[in-house]
């Protein structure tokens, strides 16, 4: 099929797509352009152990993210998609979520806090872990699920580059010294909280929002509704953080940072994508244009391998012009996890875009369940066998993200669904 890429934008829906693809994008470039400011000086000024404690918090701060979180980005978004033409309803649905997350992250502050007193190894670094618990609270006065399913993506872009500009400017003021990395996710916490502000004052002055207490049975369903895709991202995040947290508990700090640096590069490369994904979920979802979403799907995949091809082959020239010498074993890891860009991307586009956008988000939410069991299961024997290092957790990935990738086109297939045929 002839992709004719002047025809896909033409009628009135299709250019509200693409305003909102180019918002995102503009956001992506931003999340591209900053971090290769920041990361960098932040590796060279801390060094890889430094580095190494603040990512080891990330990862282990990123599973109460993930249950703040609760899956609404990707229930809510539908939701509110579906249905943003009647106020009353998307009053419902944005009380509902953010009283739930607030609730939800009371509750995971209090079970990080026994936690982190009741082990040496998060004790010694305490204060570290509550600066960095800072960003998922910010991210509930930030509902990026609201701007996505009211299709208003200008927004997200504005205030997700008020927080990135502020830690940046935020970093090279105050990170001079090895010493200083405990302010590191302190600036990190203050950027979206001031973006979190911003966010809910566009809401109630923009969209006439108001907030109220539903029904207990309203604020049940919602809950109810979002648990599959909570079981999803909390999937997601067991093969993604979890990977740095193994490696902080069973290697040193060190080598964790040397795994960061790649990890965080590699995961730029996936965060490219981004934008499209996010931008199709709600716009397939309301108007099921399968026609456009295949040809939109070929072009990002024909970039996708022209991009790993180049990247693979220069990427410990990568690396070495964006962070500096002496970091071979983040060259080796991200060589590893670069391997896994031809098998993400397709997977990406065909789950939570297409499958859940559909009407078989089980597919897509399956396939990430199964997929941390297995990942869980590979990490387990890694660990009995004494065989944890940056190489092996590297090479689990690209299983972990395989059987993803396989689990989806199996939902494609059986459901005969049309993307690959005409």
């Given at each position: 099929?002839k992709v004719?890429i002047?025809?896909?934008?033409?009628?009135k829906?299709?250019?509200?797509?693409?305003?909102?693809f180019?918002?995102l994008f503009v956001?992506?470039?931003?999340?591209?352009?900053?971090?290769?400011?920041?990361?960098?000086?932040?590796?060279?000024?801390?060094?890889?152990?430094?580095?190494?404690?603040?990512?080891?918090a990330?990862?282990?701060?990123?599973?109460?993210?993930?249950?703040i979180?609760y899956?609404?980005e990707?229930?809510a978004?539908?939701e509110?998609?579906?249905?943003?033409?009647?106020k009353?309803?998307?009053i419902?649905i944005?009380?509902s979520?953010?009283l739930?997350?607030?609730?939800?992250?009371?509750?995971?502050?209090?079970?990080?806090?026994?936690?982190?007193?009741?082990?040496?190894?998060?004790?010694?670094?305490?204060?570290i872990f509550y600066?960095?618990?800072?960003?998922?609270?910010?991210?509930?006065?930030?509902?990026?699920w609201?701007?996505q399913g009211?299709?208003?993506?200008k927004y997200?872009?504005f205030?997700?580059i008020?927080?990135k500009?502020?830690?940046?400017?935020?970093?090279?003021?105050?990170i001079?010294?090895?010493?200083?990395?405990?302010?590191?996710?302190?600036?990190?916490?203050?950027?979206?909280?001031?973006?979190g502000?911003i966010?809910m004052w566009?809401?109630?002055?923009?969209?006439?929002?108001?907030f109220i207490i539903?029904?207990?049975?309203?604020?049940f369903?919602?809950?109810?509704?979002?648990?599959q895709?909570?079981?999803?991202?909390?999937?997601?995040?067991?093969?993604?953080?979890?990977?740095?947290?193994?490696?902080g508990?069973?290697?040193?700090?060190?080598?964790?940072?040397?795994?960061?640096?790649?990890?965080k590069?590699?995961?730029?490369?996936?965060?490219?994508?981004?934008?499209?994904v996010?931008t199709?979920y709600?716009y397939?979802?309301?108007?099921?244009n399968?026609?456009?979403?295949?040809?939109?799907f070929?072009?990002a995949?024909?970039?996708?391998?022209?991009l790993f091809?180049?990247?693979?082959?220069?990427?410990?020239?990568?690396?070495?012009i964006?962070?500096g010498?002496n970091?071979?074993?983040?060259?080796?890891v991200?060589?590893?996890l670069?391997?896994?860009?031809?098998?993400?991307?397709?997977?990406m586009?065909?789950g939570?875009?297409?499958?859940?956008?559909m009407g078989?988000?089980?597919y897509?939410n399956?396939?990430?369940?199964f997929?941390s069991?297995?990942?869980?299961?590979?990490l387990g024997i890694?660990?009995l066998?004494?065989?944890?290092?940056?190489?092996t957790?590297?090479?689990?990935v690209?299983?972990t993200?395989?059987?993803?990738?396989?689990?989806?086109?199996?939902?494609i297939?059986k459901?005969?669904?049309?993307l690959?045929?005409e």
């Amino acid at each position: 099929m002839k992709v004719n890429i002047k025809s896909i934008f033409k009628d009135k829906d299709k250019k509200v797509l693409l305003s909102n693809f180019i918002s995102l994008f503009v956001l992506q470039g931003a999340n591209y352009i900053l971090p290769l400011i920041t990361l960098p000086y932040l590796v060279r000024v801390l060094g890889a152990e430094k580095f190494g404690i603040i990512a080891f918090a990330q990862a282990f701060v990123a599973y109460f993210g993930i249950l703040i979180g609760y899956g609404f980005e990707l229930s809510a978004t539908k939701e509110i998609a579906e249905h943003r033409e009647n106020k009353e309803k998307v009053i419902e649905i944005f009380s509902s979520v953010i009283l739930i997350k607030f609730l939800i992250m009371l509750f995971s502050l209090l079970v990080m806090s026994l936690i982190i007193f009741s082990f040496d190894n998060f004790k010694k670094n305490w204060l570290i872990f509550y600066f960095t618990f800072g960003v998922p609270i910010g991210r509930i006065l930030f509902p990026v699920w609201f701007f996505q399913g009211m299709e208003k993506m200008k927004y997200i872009t504005f205030l997700n580059i008020t927080a990135k500009v502020i830690f940046t400017i935020f970093i090279f003021v105050f990170i001079r010294e090895a010493s200083d990395y405990l302010y590191v996710p302190l600036i990190n916490s203050a950027g979206f909280f001031v973006a979190g502000i911003i966010a809910m004052w566009i809401i109630f002055r923009n969209f006439n929002m108001k907030f109220i207490i539903p029904p207990f049975k309203t604020i049940f369903y919602h809950f109810k509704n979002s648990t599959q895709f909570f079981l999803s991202r909390l999937s997601v995040s067991i093969y993604t953080s979890t990977n740095t947290f193994v490696l902080g508990l069973f290697t040193t700090h060190e080598m964790v940072g040397y795994y960061a640096v790649a990890e965080k590069l590699y995961q730029a490369f996936h965060q490219l994508y981004h934008p499209l994904v996010n931008t199709l979920y709600p716009y397939v979802a309301n108007k099921k244009n399968i026609s456009l979403f295949k040809k939109i799907f070929k072009i990002a995949n024909l970039f996708n391998l022209i991009l790993f091809i180049i990247v693979f082959l220069l990427a410990g020239e990568i690396i070495k012009i964006i962070f500096g010498d002496n970091l071979d074993y983040s060259v080796n890891v991200f060589k590893i996890l670069i391997l896994t860009l031809p098998i993400v991307v397709p997977s990406m586009l065909i789950g939570y875009p297409f499958l859940a956008a559909m009407g078989f988000p089980k597919y897509a939410n399956n396939s990430v369940i199964f997929s941390s069991i297995l990942h869980i299961i590979g990490l387990g024997i890694l660990i009995l066998l004494n065989l944890v290092n940056i190489y092996t957790v590297a090479f689990m990935v690209i299983i972990t993200e395989s059987f993803v990738l396989f689990y989806r086109l199996y939902g494609i297939f059986k459901e005969k669904l049309p993307l690959f045929t005409e």
